[in-house]
């Protein structure tokens, strides 16, 4: 399926791995050097800065290749059909898997310009064909539309292992979920929030067990990458601004008009608390992408409440955030001046920007529990801080 | 972590005994890092915080009275000052750690405040009076001293922005701005200089071991903005046949930033001088091709060009690979 060599990306991940492990610290630079030389990898893979470059240069190439072929055969009026688009897209794909296998691109932004140029293209004249008339005949072509964007999406995932791909495939296939329910008339309408939510709580668990279940990390951030927008899609299915804001759109009502939301305290409840759930989830598994989702998505909690509800104005409720939030740093780092239950605040995985705080100096901490010396500056400066704000609300 | 894999490494004698005990040591500990949550919260907090004080101030302004406001923002400037000076590292020719995880953020607060304070104190008493040079020096002085005391990177991008107001604003004096009478000339010269000027500083920060970390940064905006006001040199006469000459600047600025950038190892600056050029040629043969009025051999040298160019990155990259 994956169109790259197996073993060089089985080789990435423990290159991955070790590097991890230098800039933990653990293991010295020859070391590291040793490990690359006895697992290489033959990909060719540019530094971020030169992949930005070739991107670039791709595009301008295929664009103006397109349109030199196109002002050729403007003549014949090929150019008006779709077909001349979905045959421009199939040779890019065709040129993106010769030239990937020839010249072993990995990453190398060449290779990532051709592959969404090609999916461009192909899912573009895809849509041309399903919609000649135009836009907005009922509900089939949105079911379509999502469907084809799925397709495409899923097969540049399967074969180029891209986190970007993922995401919008994940996307469309809640998008054709959720059109094609809408259209069971007010059945349909009423209850696609619970059935979005459903479908993205089980492909969230169903995604959790699948990266257990595979030792072989080649579509790794592909999953995390479906992950976060599972558990994106399953807040917002439940949200209340979401719901009240698709309600109007699914009835054809405008959004000035007020209009009752039913469960409307079961929406709220979900608003505030889903993301405080996830929160807590993320730190009783210790999962970073739970964790972190949690946090983006109860600033949205509050921004929906803010949106409904002027209980305060807008610079009280920033103070109060803004002196609650210094105030819970505070705690937490006060708290984990020592680590505690497999909890730190330190840099552990850059032992070089730790700021004195490396590894063995936690160990030791963690080992004699012992204030540590290193730590005790960051702490003072909690309070320096947070004794700042505090001035700050009763001036 | 695969178990397999590191006890295959560990036994072949890859990893030293003291490394695998290192490793195994991490994995027993186990430990979960909350460092970018807790950053990312306190960052919300001083921004939530600052906002919301700002807005207070503006909404209240004719009751709480200028005074009062200038000594709070004072007092915000002298304690963190108070705090950095005291926890502060010697200063060094080379790079200098943040004595604290948190440091950082105390100064960069601080500095705020103190650019807060000083724009207020001459927006409400006009303490410069009209000299509008005075008001951007003295803060552009205050926040080298701070970027090269403190070894702060950030405060030194700001102070070179800042040096750049200072020069835009003395060279376009106030009158012409009333006038909306740019002298584009002027500003394009002006630019050329301060993109000089900053590069002659990247450069000797490097010669004379001053700060070494810092070129980047003058070498960043230097590249960007002598290359812009060369181009838009060659722009704004491009009537005159003689604005190819600010195209031939840019090939031999283009050449000197590309032997620095293969001393240097540095692919951004490759790569910025590698686009520069390209432009620079493709403007010289655009005003060949224009007047030929011919759309097919436009994106002919498009298509060869952008092709030849990336062949030419691919050969770069692997030569400063190799060197």
Known sequence: MIIYNKTWLNNLAVHHQFETLHHAGCITAEELKAVKEQYPIGFYTPGIIIRVGMFILTCITVLFSFGLLSLFVSAMHVVEHFGWTL?????????????????????????????????????????????????????????????????????ATLRYADMLMAAISTLAGFAFIFFLWTRFGFMGTATIPFILMMFAGLGYTRLLSLRKKIPIPYY????????????????????????????????????KVKLA???????????????????????????????????????????????YYHIMS?????????????????????????????FTYADIDNGDKANN?????????????????????ENKFGGGDFGGGGSGGKF | MDQHLLNKLHTEGTISDESFAKIKQRETEGLFSLHWEIKTLLYLGILALTTGLGITIYKNIDTIGHQAILIFIAIIVIACFVYCFKHKLPFSKSQVQMPATFFDYLL??????????????????????????????????????????????????????????????????????????????????????FGLLLLAFGWATKHFDIKKHFKFSYQHYGVHVSFIAMLSGYFIHYDNGLACLWLIGVFVLGYVIYRDAMEHHSFYFLLLTVLYSYIALSCLIMRGLMSSDAIELVMMYFIISSVGLVSLLIHLNKK???S
Not at chain 1, 97 to 126: H, P, Q, S, V
Not at chain 1, 271 to 284: C, D, E, K, S, W
Not at chain 1, 316 to 342: C, D, E, F, M, Q
């Open chain 1, 87 to 155: 045959f421009l897209g199939i040779v890019t794909a065709v040129i993106l898997e010769l030239i990937t296998k020839e010249k072993n691109y990995y990453r190398a932004g060449i290779d990532d310009a051709l592959m969404w140029m090609a999916a461009i293209f192909i899912a573009g004249a895809l849509w041309w064909m399903l919609e000649p008339q135009g836009y907005g005949h009922g509900h089939a072509d949105t079911i379509l539309v999502s469907l084809v964007t799925m397709a495409v999406s899923l097969a």
């Open chain 1, 220 to 255: 790794d951030n592909c999953i995390i990458m479906a992950q976060i927008v599972c558990l994106v899609v399953l807040y917002a299915a439940g949200n209340y601004f979401v719901t009240d804001w698709a309600n109007h759109l699914l009835n054809n009502i405008p959004q």
């Open chain 1, 261 to 307: 939301v039913k469960w409307a305290p079961f929406f709220w409840a979900w608003t505030m608390l889903a993301p405080l759930v996830y929160i807590g989830l993320g730190i009783r598994k210790k999962n970073v992408i739970s964790l972190r989702v949690g946090l983006v998505l109860m600033a949205a909690g509050i921004y929906t409440f803010r949106t």
């Open chain 1, 314 to 342: 807008i610079e009280l409720a920033l103070i109060i955030a803004g002196v609650a939030l210094l105030a819970l740093v505070y705690l937490i780092v006060r708290y984990l001046k020592t680590p505690k239950h497999g």
């Open chain 1, 357 to 377: 705080i490396n590894i063995e100096g936690l160990i030791t901490v963690a080992t004699f529990k012992q204030p540590h010396t290193h730590t005790a500056p």
């Open chain 2, 108 to 193: 960069l607060l601080g500095t705020l405040c103190f650019l807060i304070f000083v724009g207020y104190l001459h927006f409400e008493y006009k303490v410069f009076g009209d000299q509008y040079g005075m008001a951007t020096f003295i803060p552009m002085l205050v926040l080298f001293y701070i970027a090269y005391d403190f070894d702060h990177i950030g405060i030194l991008n700001m102070a070179i922005a800042n040096l750049g107001l200072w020069l835009g604003i003395s060279v376009t004096p106030k009158k012409l701005l009333k006038l909306f009478d740019f002298d584009s000339q002027t500003l394009v010269f002006t630019y050329l200089a």
């Open chain 2, 320 to 322: 400063l690979k190799a």
